[in-house]
């Protein structure tokens, strides 16, 4: 009973968020957003701020249903506009399994197509942008390890999953991904995903690693030549690595203050977004999974210094644009509270807004992740339901107050 106290008045002042916010955010996202310098831009100039969600089962969730509009995609960019949020972070990928998108190389589901297609159209009717993501590194969705099996039943000569940065195979299979995704036609709207305003950005991979190079020069290799090639497709729209944003051997010093408990990912956080084509950087951000035993205060002092040491890298070394792509706080943790969960978020927040009010050049941060009402079998114990949780979505909804104004300074 007193969950259901509390999520009755939330329910009428997200009605009334709606309302006041509806100006601002159902009209459709029609203007590319673009760089210049380290600054990411609106059509009319003004500088592009955000607060923004990942939403990784849209196009699962969209494809499982009964129908694509029937499932609980427009319910959550519904409650994600009246918390103010503006950016979607989810994923154009399905590699292998049931209801992949690419079912083998080359081959198509195109029912889950569709359902990418809807949740496409219902971001650009709700007034949202789209970060999309076109393959994972992890296991999770078919990832890396999917299109080295298939290399592997086609005959390749591959070991390990790091293979998939290296073998001619595999890079083929992914350009030829790239080149289907980005000149799908959406069949709701008509309009080629390359020209479609609606997205902001691709993401070339979520969170890329190399067991085999801890230097990073495997990883930046393969995403100078995949780039390069989906610029080569699509030039109107923003481009991102997905990557952590751990340092490299370009950086060992930073790669031993900033790399947790000597994390190593394979990866070059300096030379991996060094490449031309790639618009702006990108970071994730997760203490309390890498420094597990530290104090709460300790690990959000490291947020905090893992932000301002990669904005300060982003402004002044690499002269582009930051988005934090991924943080969030998991309620699977022993110590898990509610309180602690807000004051996390407010934390990040807080740091977000101080770098963003120096230059500009932090555009904005996701957290991970945000789901409707009755998505449990989905959750990874990160997942937050905001008609349930009014006081995280107070404080999200805060903070895309702050970045709004801040953006309305320029």
């Known amino acids: ?58 196009m699962i969730e969209a494809a499982t249903s009964p129908s694509p509009e029937a499932s609980r995609v427009s319910t959550a960019f519904r409650e994600a506009a009246a918390a103010g949020l503006s950016v979607c972070r989810t994923m154009a990928y399905k590699d ?66 790091d293979d998939f940065y290296t073998n001619p195979i595999i890079k083929e299979y992914y350009k030829n991904n790239v080149q289907k995704v980005l000149t799908r036609v959406n069949t709701y709207t008509n309009v080629a995903y390359r020209d479609d305003p609606t997205i902001m950005a691709w993401e070339l991979m979520n969170e890329p690693s190399c067991e085999v190079d801890v230097s990073g020069r495997t990883v930046t290799a393969w995403i100078q030549e995949m780039a390069a090639y989906t610029k080569s497709i699509d030039s109107k729209h923003l481009l991102g690595t997905g990557m952590v944003g751990f340092y490299g051997s370009s950086t060992p010093d ?29 970071i994730h951000v997760y ?50 509270s509610e309180q602690l969960r807000n004051n996390y978020y407010t934390a990040v927040y807080d740091t977000v807004y101080r770098i963003a009010s120096v230059s500009y050049s932090l555009a904005g941060g996701l957290f991970w992740q945000l789901f409707p009402e009755g998505m449990e079998n989905y959750d990874d114990g990160f997942g937050i339901v905001l008609p349930q949780n009014p006081s995280v979505a107070a404080v999200v909804k805060k903070h895309s107050d702050k970045m709004r104004a801040l953006a309305g300074r320029t």
């Open 1 to 58: 009973m007193a969950g259901y106290m509390t999520v009755l008045p939330y329910r009428c002042y997200l009605l009334a968020l709606l309302a006041i916010a509806g100006a601002v955010f159902t009209t459709p996202a029609t203007a590319f957003v673009s760089r210049k310098g380290n600054q990411l831009l609106r059509d009319d100039g003004s500088v592009f701020l955000f607060n923004g969600f990942n939403a990784y089962w849209m």
């Open 96 to 161: 292998g399994g049931e209801w992949a998108l690419q079912q083998s190389p080359g081959v198509y589901n195109e029912n889950v197509f569709k359902a990418l297609d809807f949740v496409v159209s219902e971001a650009k009717n709700q007034g949202f942008h789209l970060i999309l993501a076109l393959v994972n590194n992890w296991k999770d969705l078919g990832g890396r390890a999917q299109y080295v099996q298939w290399a592997r039943a086609a005959g390749a000569n591959v070991s390990t999953d």
């Open 254 to 282: 930073k790669m031993q203050r900033y790399n947790p408990n000597a994390y190593q990912m394979g990866t070059d956080f300096i030379t991996a977004h060094q490449v031309n084509e790639i618009d702006f950087t990108t």
């Open 287 to 336: 203490p309390d999974a890498w420094l597990p035993q530290q104090s709460e205060e300790n690990q959000k002092e490291f947020m905090r210094q893992y932000l301002w040491s990669h904005s300060d890298d982003s402004m002044k070394v690499l002269q582009k644009p930051m988005v934090l792509g991924e943080f969030g706080k998991n309620r699977m943790d022993p110590d898990f």
